[in-house]
């Protein structure tokens, strides 16, 4: 007898379609921009940026929206920095121009936040959106382009769970320029940027006589010092110049400089430190009076510093 076994096997597979995200994000890398030239280490001016940017709707009916950013890529955390080489630039990225909340992103993100919101209707609304880039003024570092990256992601919720709906990494980026600042200041004073003038005051004159004052130089780079004299290193009769004058010598980092003619001592390279800078004692003394005329004596001398 032939027996015959029949199994019969029904396979059933069921495929579950990908949810559809509700909404695309269209944003690029970020260049700050502010004074001339990149970031001005001695500046006090602020420049807070706008970075604009859109998501677009993807799907029909009513949805939720909460874009938020990460962590910075060079810290891991929301203490944000942008880096070069060995050198940091601290940098916030705030959620509205008042800049009273960071943005920030699940699961640490609160309510306020991220930038979130609601749109009803048909797909392919177009939403600009917007953020605030702020670098604090008065970090001094090396010149150089420095950059950091960030996560930005569309979220149904500030605090979801789950896989965003979108997510893009951008890289931020500040150009540092070289840059100085000088102070003439009274002996042991502080840098101050208010006062561009300092008279020295020699009283009756004598030969031999000595007034000493402080130069007070910041830099984040090279940088030379320029000197010159009015009345090319001689004092003279004030308000009316006579064929009278007097003699006297500037001495500053340790040269005596003539100041015949302009002229320039470079300074030594690096980040000089703060608040005050560099300080470079500046003494002025008399030479040989001879015979001049009674009356008030004066010379202007102008120092200035460039970077490179």
Known sequence: MNVRFLTSFVLGVSLLGA??????????????????????????????????????????????YAVTAGPSHNTGTYTRQLNSGGNSLNYALYTT???????????????????????????????????????????????????????????????STGTPDTTQTITFSVVVAAGAAISIVPTGGSFNSSAPQLTLDFGALQAGQTESCDVLIQQN?????????????????????????????????GLN???????????????????????YPITITIGTLGNPAAGTYQDQITISVVAQ
Not at 36 to 63: D, E, H, L, M
Not at 260 to 278: D, H, I, M, R
């Open 257 to 279: 400089i003539d100041l015949t003619q302009p002229a320039s001592v470079p300074l030594p390279s690096g980040v000089s430190p703060q608040p005050n800078g560099n300080r």
């Open 97 to 159: 121009s008042a800049m009273t909340y960071q943005l920030k992103a699940p699961t640490i993100a609160l309510a306020n936040e991220v930038l979130s919101g609601t749109v009803t209707g048909q797909p392919s609304q177009v939403i600009p959106l917007s953020f605030i880039f702020y670098l604090p003024p008065g970090q001094v570092v090396p010149p150089g382009t420095y950059t950091d990256q960030i996560t930005v992601s569309v979220y149904p919720a500030y605090n």
């Open 221 to 253: 780079n090279n940088c030379t010092v320029n000197y010159s004299s009015l009345n090319n290193g001689v004092m003279k009769q004030i308000p009316t110049p006579t064929a009278d004058q007097i003699s006297y010598t500037l001495s500053a980092l």
């Open 19 to 64: 949810t559809a995200a509700n909404y695309t994000l269209q944003i690029g890398n970020v260049n700050w921009s502010g004074s001339a030239g990149g970031y001005a280490c001695f500046s006090s001016t602020a420049y807070p940026n706008t970075v604009n940017f859109t998501i677009t709707k993807s799907v029909g009916g009513r949805q939720t």
